[in-house]
């Protein structure tokens, strides 16, 4: 996990300049000072070699579907102007991609034959949906805890990620060995 690891390491960081220095100066670092005024969605489209360079690996392609995922959710939205933008949203958006990296990777390895799942497709659904959704709250209350609203550094984005991906993945082989039996 360690390409969506630096991937919401440097989306933080982007955000924590952006409330320390202010959105015009956040954007003029990356020559982007013609996008103020415009929504969050098109600021951070214009950031995706930024934040997810690409790669030719699979968990390089798995930062990279879960940031532009994200940008699809935001997408669907309310248009928000990139400078209006508070810091509980940018923690929901560094929430969503987070999650969406989280679940990818653990979808990855269930293809990968880590876990069996049922064969009954209901049964699957309904993990999949109670899987996307721990992740949800397990990212959203770890970043709560950590302060989000401050700076966090790589090293307390890997440990989010590590152990809600741990937590995660062992309460999928229990749903996967309920729904079996």
């Known amino acids: ?4 690891t ?9 955000f924590s300049s952006t409330r320390t220095e202010g959105a015009i100066a956040a954007l003029r670092r990356f020559d982007l000072d013609a996008l103020a005024g415009r929504p969050v969605v098109e600021v951070l489209a214009a950031l ?12 390089d ?5 879960a940031f532009i995922e994200t940008l699809v959710e935001l997408a669907d939205g309310e248009p928000i ?12 958006v560094l929430e969503s991609f987070v999650s969406r990296s989280i ?5 990855n390895d269930i293809g990968l034959r880590a876990i069996e799942l049922p064969a009954d497709i209901l049964a699957v659904e309904r993990i999949q949906q109670q899987l996307t959704d721990f992740v949800r709250g397990a990212v959203g209350d770890a970043l709560t805890r950590t302060g989000v609203s401050g700076a966090l550094d790589g090293g307390d984005v890997d440990r989010l990620m590590q152990q809600v991906y741990v937590t995660a ?9 309920g729904a079996a039996q």
Do not use: H, K, W, Y
Not at 6 to 14: C, E, H, K, Q, Y
Not at 61 to 65: C, F, H, V
Not at 81 to 92: K, Y
């Open 48 to 59: 995706t070699d930024f934040i997810c360079p690409e790669g030719g690996n699979l968990d």
């Open 169 to 177: 993945f062992d309460l999928l082989e229990v749903m996967a060995d």
């Open 6 to 14: 630096r991937a919401a390491g440097r989306l933080a960081s982007f």
């Open 81 to 92: 102007e990139f400078e209006a933008l508070t810091a509980d949203q940018m923690v929901v």
């Open 1 to 4: 996990m360690a390409p969506s």
């Open 61 to 65: 392609s798995i930062a990279r579907d």
């Open 103 to 107: 679940v990818d990777r653990i979808v």
